[in-house]
């Protein structure tokens, strides 16, 4: 939620106020995105004291409310004690680079102008899997958060027109995802090494932080519970 600013969750809660006709409801999502980034299969749930309908038919009575920006995939009933956050054992994100210049897709990719090595950026994002502490590429929301994550798979790929930075964890830090890829990238361009993202690893720096990628190419792809 925004005080003063748009947001996914709070033109849920607005429809979802609407549906059921009262204002004692809260929407919890399986994590939040920055500004600017998107889901693919993002995972929210809230209780609700009358469900007005079959899923079905509550799916579509928010699809028909919400902007378009906005779209519910799914609607259906949970277990009582079933939260969308705690639950979640692994998140997969994506990133989208785009190769080329694209008339269409400039909300969705990072345009890198850069003939970037795929390999390199490969082999460096293998040294990201593992149980790490990844306090270089993230930040702690509160004081105490442990910046120990189980990244299952860091992987590279491209087709014609793009280059795609997959990643599945445990659960990720503030802006981790998007700095991994700057990281990355700065690897394809020839200006940094495997052994140098291996390192951030080790010895905590700020450098990662310099080099955030934008969030538009960002999807929160995947939530598995």
């Known amino acids: 939620m925004q005080r003063k600013e748009r947001s996914v969750q709070g033109e849920l809660l607005a429809v979802a106020f609407k549906i059921f006709e009262t204002e004692d409801l809260e929407i919890y999502g399986a994590g939040r995105t920055d500004a600017g980034v998107h889901a693919r299969g993002q995972v929210a ?3 609700v004291p009358v469900a007005k309908g079959t899923p079905e038919q509550i799916m579509m009575r928010f699809n028909d409310e919400l902007p ?10 949970a277990h009582p004690k079933f939260h969308a ?8 994100y994506v990133y989208q680079i785009s190769k080329r210049r694209d008339a269409f897709a400039k909300k969705y990719v990072w345009w890198v102008r850069d003939r ?5 950026m490969s082999d460096a994002a293998a040294r990201l899997e593992g149980f790490h502490d990844f306090s270089s590429f993230g930040d702690v929301e ?71 990628a934008p969030p538009s190419g960002l999807f929160l792809e995947k939530v598995e519970y």
């Not at 956050?85 to 997969?92: F, S």
């Not at 970037?116 to 390199?120: H, K, P």
């Not at 964890?169 to 890829?181: A, D, E, P, Q």
Request: hydrophobic share 35%; net charge positive; charged share 30%.
């Open 45 to 47: 749930h809230l209780e």
């Open 68 to 77: 378009h920006g906005i779209n519910i995939l799914r609607v259906e009933k």
């Open 85 to 92: 956050r705690h639950d979640a054992r692994n998140r997969t």
């Open 116 to 120: 970037l090595d795929v390999r390199a």
């Open 142 to 212: 509160k004081e105490g958060q442990s910046t120990m994550v189980e990244m299952n798979r860091v992987e590279v790929t491209e087709d014609a027109d793009r280059i795609y930075i997959r990643l599945t964890g445990s659960h990720f830090l503030w802006k981790m995802v998007r700095r991994i890829v700057g990281v990355l990238v700065e690897v394809g361009r020839g200006r940094m090494t495997g052994q140098a993202v291996e390192g951030f690893l080790k010895n905590p720096s700020r450098e990662p932080a310099k080099l955030t």
